[in-house]
């Protein structure tokens, strides 16, 4: 209960009742876009846009390859949305739910960008590729990072060929590698995008991401922020989350994974009436108005 962790509850529209329901629909929400998706079958319908880009390029594999990494960074964003939906259950672990509020939002702008409405094929694909390529770099860090004793010479060195090997690929398909000042490569037609920038694409994104990564580095001022209040009878500051800021969070984070869910949904083809009825009902439920239904547009050309 929100009582065991809130001395009060101070804002008046939040009660009980729809703080459980949406803590609940954190939960749920993900488990319901992702029975629907099994339904779909995954792949995509004749004639949409992803069986178009498919069909138009010699290859198809590294298409599928970058479809598959916006798939995977969904799955991450939902197993994130799982772990918020526990720690907004008492007791109520403010700091790890804002944490891992990032998480949802990180990976469901990842999703974004790789099944961006607004891009074609040749242009997915170099996105699938600079995911790889700082999947890789990101290795090789992490080998050469490892502790003393551990022989990871021979792991550094596949992982350097299998960056090697990519930039072959690249040259072969014309796909043309984006080199910072330093002529090192970082993307692959365009510089790969950090992660504030990702999360920037998203409506109000920057904001979320800027307060939740302070969260999740602990800085003071955000940890006062969002969770501690004085109490006039000790004079000291005392962790007490106000509903709002929890509500504020599970709001978005469902919002988050619905762009993301949204339009790998409508590359894809797949019928929307089912999709589109999800997110209305779950939209109603956390009380979001009609502007930020972004999917109506879309949905009503492919019901």
């Given amino acids: 209960m929100l009582s065991d962790s809130v001395d009060t509850m101070t804002e008046p529209l939040i009660s009980q009742d729809f703080y459980d329901q949406l ?3 954190v939960r749920t929400f993900p488990e319901r876009a992702g029975a629907l998706i099994d339904d779909a079958g995954g792949a995509p319908t004749r004639g949409s846009r992803i069986d178009r880009e498919l069909g138009e390029l010699a290859d198809p594999e590294p298409l599928k390859t970058s479809l598959s ?3 995977q960074a969904l799955e991450h964003a939902a197993d994130h949305l799982f ?3 526990d720690a907004c259950v008492s007791p109520v672990k403010p700091f790890a739910a804002l944490t891992l ?3 949802v939002l990180e990976s469901a702008a990842t999703a974004l960008w790789v099944f961006d409405t607004d891009i074609e094929g040749k242009e997915r694909v170099e996105r699938g590729m600079s995911l790889r390529l700082v999947g890789l770099e990101d290795q090789r860090r992490l080998s050469r990072a490892s502790p003393a004793g551990l022989d990871t010479d021979e792991v550094t060195r596949k992982i350097t060929s299998r960056i090697e090997e990519m930039m072959s690929e690249a040259d072969a398909r014309g796909v043309e590698p984006h080199r910072n000042r330093r002529m090192k490569v970082d993307g692959f037609g365009s510089k790969m995008p950090g992660r504030l920038e990702l999360a920037s694409r998203v409506p109000g994104g920057e904001f979320d991401y800027r307060l939740l990564s302070a969260v999740a580095h602990g800085h003071s001022w955000s940890l006062l922020g969002v969770a501690f209040k004085v109490s006039e009878k000790q004079n000291i500051a005392v962790k007490s989350p106000e509903p709002i ?4 969070v599970c709001s978005r984070a469902i919002e988050f994974f619905a762009r993301g869910l949204w339009a790998h949904v409508y590359l894809h083809g797949w019928k929307s009436g089912p999709f589109a009825r999800l997110l209305e009902e779950t939209y109603n439920s956390i ?3 009609p502007e930020q239904r972004f999917w109506r547009s879309q949905a009503s050309a492919h019901m």
């Fill in 101 to 103: 509020a990032r998480g």
């Fill in 245 to 248: 800021v929890l509500v504020y």
């Fill in 23 to 25: 803590v609940d629909l």
């Fill in 69 to 71: 990494l916006g798939a």
């Fill in 287 to 289: 009380r979001l108005t």
């Fill in 83 to 85: 772990a918020l939906s």
